[in-house]
């Protein structure tokens, strides 16, 4: 049974940083890619980050590229997700996902959810 555990939400003021982490078990996910979602209140859960198993490839939607830096740890089967100069823009609810189908950005590309943690950003 696959299962995803996020970590490291929190809330800070804009401007600053937090890194999350997600710990993946259940299988080995060799081949696949890992990333992060988020989901902001009313609004529709939109992609953020994807990292290819390998850690050769990444891909970040436009708005925390150059802010976010995504990578992962084969040894642990951990990934992560460092933000930066954070905005309230980024309040929401992060999720770790795993999927086989590439780089997508939709929800539908990926088989794997954590629960979520929940940032907070505050001007």
């Known amino acids: 049974q696959v299962q995803l555990v996020e970590s490291g939400g929190g809330s800070v003021h804009a401007g600053g940083s937090l890194r999350l982490s997600c710990a993946a078990s259940g299988r080995t996910f060799s081949g696949h890619v890992i990333g992060w979602f988020r989901q902001a209140p009313g609004k529709e859960r939109e992609f953020v980050a994807v990292?290819?198993?390998?850690?050769?490839?990444?891909r970040y939607t436009e708005s925390v590229a150059g802010r976010f830096t995504i990578s992962r740890d084969t040894a642990k089967n951990a990934m992560y997700l460092q933000m930066n100069n954070l905005n309230p823009d980024d309040t929401a609810v992060y999720y770790c996902?795993?999927?086989?189908?590439?780089?997508?950005?939709?929800?539908?590309?990926?088989?794997?959810w954590g629960q979520g943690t929940q940032v907070t950003v505050s001007s």
């Open positions: 990292i290819s198993w390998s850690g050769l490839s990444t």
């Open positions: 996902v795993i999927g086989r189908r590439g780089f997508g950005t939709s929800t539908d590309d990926y088989d794997y």
